[in-house]
């Protein structure tokens, strides 16, 4: 079992950077493949980035690609969100999660059934 919490929310101006942290405890950690999912009032939680176990391979939604950067350190149990160029859309409660599968390609990472532990989240909230 995993347990996840995050760190690094808060206000930021638009066109501003701001880097999300997820630290992980219990085993396995390094096993697991990482997602990044958002939810904004009144809508439903969406898909954000994702990194597979050994960190080889990434997938980012449409509307995050080329600002957003997911990344892990196994050493620390720790994955990041790194978000640059933020804007106000992407205001919502940031949330962690972890999975065991391991899948061939991007489109499972996508939905938020096929994770197994979530952390409680934290808000980003963009000002424009």
């Known amino acids: 079992q995993v347990q996840l919490v995050e760190s690094g929310g808060g206000l930021v101006q638009a066109g501003g950077s701001q880097r999300l942290s997820c630290s992980a405890s219990?085993?396995?950690?390094?096993?697991?493949?990482m997602g990044w999912f958002r939810q904004a009032p009144g809508k439903e939680r969406e898909f954000v980035a994702a990194?597979?176990?050994?960190?080889?391979?990434?997938y980012y939604a449409d509307s995050v690609k080329g600002r957003f950067t997911i990344s892990r350190d196994n050493a620390k149990n720790t994955v990041y969100l790194q978000m640059n160029s933020l804007k106000p859309e992407d205001t919502a409660v940031y949330s962690c999660?972890?999975?065991?599968?391991?899948?061939?390609?991007?489109?499972?990472?996508?939905?938020?059934?096929?994770?197994?532990?979530w952390g409680q989240g934290t808000q980003v909230t963009v000002s424009s």
């Open positions: 219990g085993r396995g950690f390094s096993s697991y493949a």
């Open positions: 999660a972890a999975t065991q599968g391991r899948y061939d390609s991007s489109v499972p990472y996508y939905y938020v059934e096929n994770y197994d532990y």
């Open positions: 990194i597979t176990w050994n960190g080889v391979r990434t």
